[in-house]
């Protein structure tokens, strides 16, 4: 292995940049003239809009425009959309309300866009928002998940019971039938909680408009500018794809949360031709709390059978999932295909079936974040599995290794055929990390000291790298899930390699590039990555679902087949050889069995001035491009085990140790895959132990700001102890699985095992908060001394 | 923000001619409740009197048994000042303790106290040290300060100038911190002066800060912990929020009050 | 307007505004220093955390006419004659950092706190005063041990002296 090759720990290429104050996020892009948009936001969670009288407001200083859902409407501006269709039990498509970039008639949550002004300055903007007067009819709100469906108030008439589809997947007479011949059913209800992603850069969008070439840009904090384009020009209509130009220059975070097309951008783009001027919004943090895509809120019984012996036979789950008010791009198929096809977990389950009623509510949207579908997913299963090895009187490892699939590949009932892993290994090096066999002493320590000690596990699966395009069509997505690349070589042997992928914190424009590095045997200075721009790339599927190192990578890795195929030919020319004999490694073109080599340089350059071949038979220059489709998804998977220590006093949970062994195939740079893992696992933390997005009945959000949301802070978590088992992927030729979301994943059940541990298996939901800690040890204490 | 004239007197006398003369005039001390109030269009003062330039309002000093720290002094400057760490050192951790250490920077001990925001941290001080507020005008009592929620004494056109703090013979500060906000959920200030013991706590009251007259008995027999064993703070006019019910914040009264004590006893 | 007149990263600048102008809209809008961040509305996030007179303050909760006369150093005024600072080069070896978004108020409150606390840091006292910033990235494992790392690095500069001598 070089120091920059495949496995290295590379330090990152963009980092430079970012540590001088030198990165360019949207919000840092001005452009000549440009006018600032502020959106007037719903008060209400719902309501009629009988009128909005924008008189006094127009002749406000500095207002340029002022627009309504009805001008949108006269434009023939389309709303936005919905790009995977589920359909009912019964096969009738889901019923889905049309989504309006601003109002038209109705507000469906706090937030929701009434109209747009622009103006001058933000100020103005502003203040010209304060003017208008928008007569409202005020209705009763839905905001209950569990209670959407028999609510009275309609959020959308298209699903009068709320209900935008109920859905099922696998075998109901097989599990019925498990759970008939079970010896024992372990049955729980579990509310997984709703997540704000809180990406630190917020969303922010520049449109402007080109009246010579009648072209539109918009720069935009997008995880995917060509679905962006893709859905603004077919969908939504803004303008044909050869004249929108969409740009997401350097994104600060988007966990999910920046694939979505969002009214903003929509707005701001097509405002930008309606005044003329380049347009910008920034939405400031309250502002994304209201209306960036929310996660996760689900409520959920489940039942896991087991015979005699503590085999799992069988699990049935039942969930209603939130949309929100609106289906955001890609929500309806978070508690569908992204959920129940992981309910197998890591464990051998002859049958499993699950359904899902996924519910309207006025409430922000929900869609995508980190993990999206699969950490609800592990949830359920691994907080069964740990109740019921509890209940069966069984080491919760031991149990779980008697249960893990142990033969590949292996098909579970719920879609998935497992590719290739070994669960166990990974376990016996958590255990080894974690010191599984010093756990009672520390646990006895840590009661003298008056404290409660608990350990828990969860041993995750996910379905990542989405994924083949032929699969997920089947399953109603709207577009393929292949990834783009280019290889561009130039004349001196330098490289540009264009990808659909996009960066906002992954570090691919340095893993990539050692994956260039490493094959072409060339500097990884000399190899720069340019995505995020649709201008330059062609078209890509974007960053989401860990899919940009085993889709995005594979596609660049055909790409530099391609690229060598095509150097081996100008080789043979120049070396005067016959293309078969021409081996490449460590950057030359070789004539086997000779001294006769080409570096890669030169052979570029000869690429270029195409003096040593006919250019009928062999055509100049080097450049390849690929489109990768996977075979598969992958299959991440790992053990994390938490450790932590209650104070029964106040209830403050603290986190003493964190032992993660992840399997992500083969990995490119370990640095880079270590501090996602890191990531991860903080923010499955925050879902477990602080982070809870919460309406009132009234539908007003009342965690709206960091004052009352709250995130991870360094003094809230340990430090981890990672450690990686590898078992390569069979279905891309890199052999790696991915790693973006397994700690989202992975974190929640730990936690919250972890507790129950230390509380004498005492229920807690998430987030487990002080309050809610200590009242639970309370229970615990007067139990254990009634006991 | 909507729009305001900016001034910035050198001296409080001088500041108060401005509060006087202009209409709607707002003080600026460290801006850090104010500011944030201001970004929401929560508050709209046609003008704000800055006293960042104010050098008379700044300073710690020991004068006989107390501790005169000038309104404007900031938050970090009362945590890092020998004279506070050696004469009342509970002060300087409270002050340590407060926001997060940028906010401890700018933000003020005299916006704070001015402010008598339910969650600060310095009323609790005030109260348990019986402090006195000393204005441009008079001499408040901490007990006549504090008259509701963000309420105080002050009365229009007066400007807080120093805080006198009178020494104690042990005197600590126990918080237990909203998770999202870091301001304080609950906050115990216990003081022993002579034979006189205050318990003051904040984050906690309907109506901000309050004594707990039950702790204060308990602790004068001994000032001690453990004689706030068994003592629990009635929940009847405790705040409830998403973050902490009546209940638990009353349970943590007790908790922080024993900390508080442990930690003024060394022990 | 109103004309306000500051040193910035050790130039003197001059800037006529509105009274409503934040320091951090000074420098972003006015100076074009868009190395400072906004991240929230409401105190907390630190992105925008600069130094004032060699203290870490929060530009977004601060006017810029409050500040007539100070010296105000950002992100980019770290890096002196285009070599990094120790803590810019440490958040880098350690991959300190991965959006980005937060990483200048990260850094600005790193080096506040080694000159607060000096250069031997424990963990415990790193996550403690990193209370006024927050990454949704890093998880912060390896910002804590840049800030340790970088720590160390910015008291070196006697080091590798005595090493030569050794």
Not at chain 1, 234 to 248: M, Q
Not at chain 1, 481 to 508: C, D, F, K, M, Y
Not at chain 2, 219 to 226: E, M, P, Q, S, V
Request: glycine share 10%.
């Amino acid at each position: 292995m070089s120091a920059t090759g495949i496995g290295a720990s590379v330090r990152r290429k963009e980092d430079h940049r970012f540590i001088t104050g030198q990165g360019r996020y949207t919000d840092d892009i001005n452009r000549p003239g440009q006018a600032h948009a502020y959106f007037l936001r719903s008060p209400h969670a719902h309501a009629t809009i009988n009128t909005i009288d924008t008189k006094a407001a127009a002749k406000m200083p500095g207002v340029l425009g002022i627009f309504t859902g009805d001008d949108l409407t006269a434009d023939k501006v389309g709303g936005l959309i919905c790009g995977w269709m589920i359909h009912n039990k019964d096969g009738s498509p889901m019923r889905a309300g049309a989504h309006p970039a601003l109002a038209q008639g109705k507000v469906r949550y706090v937030g929701d866009h009434v109209c747009v002004i622009v103006a001058e300055t933000l100020a103005q903007a502003r203040d010209a928002s304060e003017a208008i007067v928008v007569d409202y009819s005020v209705l009763p709100a839905v905001v209950d998940t569990a209670s959407a469906a028999k609510a009275k108030t309609v959020v959308h008439a298209e699903a009068p019971d709320n209900t935008v589809f109920n859905w099922h997947l696998g075998n109901k007479d097989e599990t019925e039938k498990a759970f008939k011949a079970a010896k024992h059913v372990t049955k729980l209800d579990i509310v997984n909680n709703r997540l704000v992603p809180n990406p630190m850069e917020p969303r922010a969008a520049v449109g402007d408009y080109d009246q010579g070439e009648g072209a539109f840009t918009l720069y935009t904090t997008s995880q995917n500018p060509h679905v962006a384009r893709l859905v603004l020009s077919a969908f939504i209509g803004i303008a044909p794809e050869n004249k929108l130009r969409v740009i997401a220059p350097d994104v600060g975070g988007g966990f999910g949360s920046k694939i979505f097309i969002y009214a903003e951008e929509t707005v701001c783009v097509w405002v930008a031709k309606k005044v003329g001027r380049p347009v910008k919004w920034t939405s400031d943090r309250s502002e994304a709390f209201l209306s960036d895509a929310h996660g996760r809120d689900h409520v959920t019984h489940a039942e896991l059978a087991t015979d005699a012996e503590g085999k799992i036979t069988g699990l049935r789950v039942k969930t209603t999932a939130n949309l929100g008010a609106y289906l955001s791009t890609f929500s309806s198929s978070v508690p569908t295909y992204l959920y129940a096809p992981l309910l197998s977990g890591s464990y051998d389950i002859p049958a499993i079936y699950a359904e899902v009623d996924a519910v309207y509510t006025n409430t922000a949207p929900v869609d995508a974040y980190r993990g999206a579908g699969r950490p609800e997913a592990t949830f359920v299963v691994e907080r069964l599995v740990e109740v019921a090895a509890r209940e069966l009187g069984k080491d919760p490892a031991k149990f779980r290794m008697q249960n893990y699939i142990k033969k590949f590949p292996h098909q579970t009932p719920v879609i998935m055929m497992y590719d290739a892993g070994n669960y166990g290994a990974a376990m016996k090096k958590a255990l080894e990390i974690i010191d599984y066999k010093g756990v009672g002493k520390r646990k006895r320590d840590s009661a003298r000291n008056g404290k409660l000690r608990g350990i828990g596990f969860s041993s995750y699966i996910e379905a990542c790298g989405i994924a083949p395009s032929a699969a997920v069509g089947s399953l109603g997505a709207g577009v393929g899930l292949w990834e783009s690349a280019e290889v561009r070589v130039n004349p001196i042997g330098t490289v540009e390699v264009l990808t659909g992928s996009h960066s906002h914190g992954q570090g691919h424009e340095t893993t990539f590039a050692q994956l260039v590095s490493d094959r072409l045997g060339i500097p990884i200075e000399n190899v720069s990555i340019v995505h995020g721009d649709t201008d330059k790339v062609q078209m890509g599927m974007g960053t989401y679902g860990s899919r940009s190192g085993a889709v995005g990578m594979s596609a660049i890795f055909r790409a530099v087949d391609k690229v060598i195929a095509k150097g081996k030919k100008v080789a043979a020319y120049v070396l005067e050889a016959d293309e078969a004999d021409i081996d490449f490694a460590d950057g030359h073109f070789k004539v086997k069995g000779t001294d006769k080599a080409l570096d890669f340089g030169s052979c570029a350059l000869q690429a270029y001035v195409a003096h040593k071949f006919n250019g009928q038979d062999l055509e100049p220059g080097l450049k390849e491009g690929a489109f990768y489709d996977p075979t598969n998804f992958t299959f991440p998977a790992g053990v994390h085990i938490c450790e932590l220590e209650i104070d029964p006093a106040t209830g403050v949970t603290h986190i003493e140790r964190w032992a993660a062994v992840d399997d992500f195939g083969n990995v490119i740079n370990p640095m880079i895959v270590e501090g996602q893992v890191h990531g991860g696992i903080a923010q499955g933390v925050g879902q477990a132990l602080l982070e809870g997005a919460k309406y009132n009945s009234d539908g007003q959000l009342v965690t709206a700001s960091f004052m009352d949301y709250c995130m991870p802070r360094a003094g809230d978590l340990p430090s981890f102890d990672v450690g990686m088992t590898v078992t390569p992927c069979p279905s891309n030729p890199l052999g790696i699985k991915g790693c973006g979301e397994a700690g989202a994943i992975a974190a929640p059940p730990a936690v919250i095992n972890a507790i129950t541990d230390a509380l004498g298996h005492e229920d807690i939901a998430m987030p487990a908060t002080p309050q809610a800690v200590w009242r639970a040890a309370q229970k615990s204490l007067k139990r254990m001394a009634a006991e | 923000m909507y729009a305001f004239t900016f001034h910035r007197p050198a001296t409080a006398r001088q500041a108060a001619g401005l509060l006087a003369k202009k209409e709607d005039a707002k003080l600026l001390a460290g801006g850090h409740t104010l500011l944030p109030t201001m970004k929401q269009r929560l508050a709209s003062p046609g003008a704000l009197v800055d006293l960042g330039g104010c050098a008379d309002l700044k300073g710690i000093e020991r004068k006989g048994r107390t501790v005169v720290i000038g309104a404007m002094t900031t938050h970090a400057e009362v945590a890092a000042s020998p004279v506070v760490q050696e004469a009342i050192p509970g002060l300087a951790y409270l002050a340590s303790h407060i926001g997060d250490p940028h906010v401890r920077n700018r933000g003020t001990i005299g916006g704070s106290v001015a402010n008598n925001d339910p969650a600060a941290d310095y009323p609790a001080a005030c109260l348990a040290l019986g402090a006195t507020i000393v204005t441009n005008k008079r001499k408040v009592g901490a007990d006549e300060f504090f008259t509701g929620l963000y309420e105080t004494a002050l009365e229009e056109g007066e400007i807080i100038t120093k805080i006198v703090f009178p020494l104690a013979s042990k005197a600590a500060y126990a918080k237990f911190r909203n998770p999202a906000s870091r301001y304080a959920l609950v906050g115990v200030f216990v003081a022993k002066r002579g034979s006189d013991v205050r318990v003051a706590v904040t984050g906690a009251g309907e109506g901000g800060v309050f004594r707990w007259p039950e702790a204060e008995a308990a602790l004068k027999t001994r000032f001690a912990a453990k004689s706030l064993d068994g003592l629990k703070a009635s929940a009847k006019g405790i705040n409830a929020d998403m973050h902490a019910d009546a209940e638990y914040r009353a349970h943590l009264i007790g908790v922080m009050a024993k900390e508080a004590v442990a930690r003024a006893t060394g022990k | 307007m109103a004309t306000v007149s500051m040193t910035v990263n050790g130039k003197a600048v001059t800037g006529t505004i509105d009274p409503r102008t934040l320091l951090v809209q000074f420098l972003r809008e006015n100076l074009r220093l868009t190395g400072t961040h906004v991240g929230c509305d409401t105190s907390q996030c630190g992105a925008c955390v600069v130094h004032v007179d060699g203290k870490a303050i929060k530009s977004c909760t601060t006017l810029a006419l409050s500040l007539e006369g100070a010296s105000v150093t950002t992100i980019e005024g770290l890096a002196v004659d285009g070599s990094l600072h120790p803590m810019q080069e440490a958040f880098r070896e350690h991959h300190g950092l991965q959006c980005g978004f937060c990483t200048p108020g990260m850094i600005m409150a790193a080096v506040d706190i080694v000159n607060r606390r000096g250069h031997a840091l424990d963990e415990q006292t790193i996550r403690e005063d990193l209370d006024g910033n927050i990454c949704r990235c890093t998880g912060y494992h390896n910002i804590v041990k840049a800030i340790a790392a970088g720590a160390e690095a910015m008291g070196g500069k006697a080091k590798p002296a005595r090493q030569a001598a050794e």
